[in-house]
């Protein structure tokens, strides 16, 4: 079983900046696939971005080039670095962890963008 722990979410002024991170811990298995999806209020959980244990990552338009993923060494941590934040940014975030199609969910850390 694995278990995610995330950390960094906040209130921070449009423009500004946050970092994320989620520690996994537990039963993890590779090839496995980490990141980060979120859901504002009234919407459905979206995906935010994605990095796989080699490297390779993934995100949604909405984000690029304002948002970067990390993963040091390929390591169980995932970072999510969020500049250049809107108002639409504002999401409660989940970190999730996947492992042959099993997904596992971490409890979620809010993230608010006042204008």
């Known amino acids: 079983q694995v278990q995610l722990v995330e950390s960094g979410g906040g209130l921070v002024q449009a423009g500004g900046s946050l970092r994320l991170s989620c520690a996994a811990s537990?039963?993890?298995?590779?090839?496995?696939?980490m990141g980060w999806y979120r859901q504002a209020p009234g919407k459905q959980r979206e995906l935010v971005a994605t990095?796989?244990?080699?490297?390779?990552?993934n995100y949604a338009d909405s984000v690029k080039g304002r948002f970067t993923i990390s993963r040091p060494n390929a390591r169980n941590t995932v970072y999510l670095q969020m500049n250049s934040l809107k108002a639409e940014d504002t999401a409660m975030y989940y970190c999730?962890?996947?492992?042959?199609?099993?997904?596992?969910w971490g409890q979620g850390t809010q993230v608010t963008v006042s204008e």
């Open positions: 537990g039963r993890i298995s590779s090839p496995n696939v």
């Open positions: 999730m962890y996947i492992f042959y199609g099993t997904t596992t």
């Open positions: 990095i796989t244990s080699s490297g390779r990552s």
